[in-house]
């Protein structure tokens, strides 16, 4: 984790700027493929393809590609990471692996859930949390009861 004397947000800053660099020198300007900002359509389209057998409906399908997509700037992370741990500070690993894990494993089960596979929790690790639709009478029950005690501050004015 991030001390008090290095700011989070430039240790961010540091290790963009440093797999940017890894992969400028291993791939040129296609490195810019990698960055979280541009969505590639083209891979997209793509996946999209190559799964029209697997997952019939479109919009689906779509669903899927763009969970596979959406994760690859953490992907280029942690391939950069891989080929070369020795050019990172134990600040920068801390913030590139919580990068990861805050943002790709949302993705791959949206994507296993509509490719048709189960999400489980293989390692017993209590991974899952929540069920889905208990999350939702839950966010249903919460914006209610927002209303409600707006409605009664509006009444009591």
């Known amino acids: 984790m991030p001390t008090k004397k290095n700011d989070p947000g430039a240790v961010y800053e540091r ?6 660099n890894i992969f400028r020198r291993l ?3 296609r490195a810019e493929r990698l960055r979280g900002d541009r969505f590639q359509l083209d891979v997209l389209r793509i996946i999209d393809g190559a799964y029209r057998r697997q997952i019939r409906s479109k919009t689906k399908r779509r669903d899927f590609a763009h969970h596979m997509v959406e994760w690859n700037q953490e992907a280029a992370y942690m391939v950069a990471f891989l080929l070369y741990p020795e050019r990172f500070t134990t600040e920068e690993v801390w913030a590139l692996v919580f990068r990861i894990v805050i943002h790709a494993p949302d993705h791959l089960a949206a994507a296993a859930k509509l490719e048709g596979h189960p999400v ?4 017993e690790v209590g991974a899952i949390d929540g069920d889905p639709e208990l999350d939702r009478i839950q966010r249903n029950m919460e914006r209610r009861m927002k209303r409600r005690d707006q409605t009664r501050k509006k009444k009591r004015k």
């Open 120 to 123: 489980t929790d293989v390692f």
């Open 15 to 20: 290790v963009d700027a440093k797999v940017k």
């Open 27 to 29: 791939v040129g300007r």
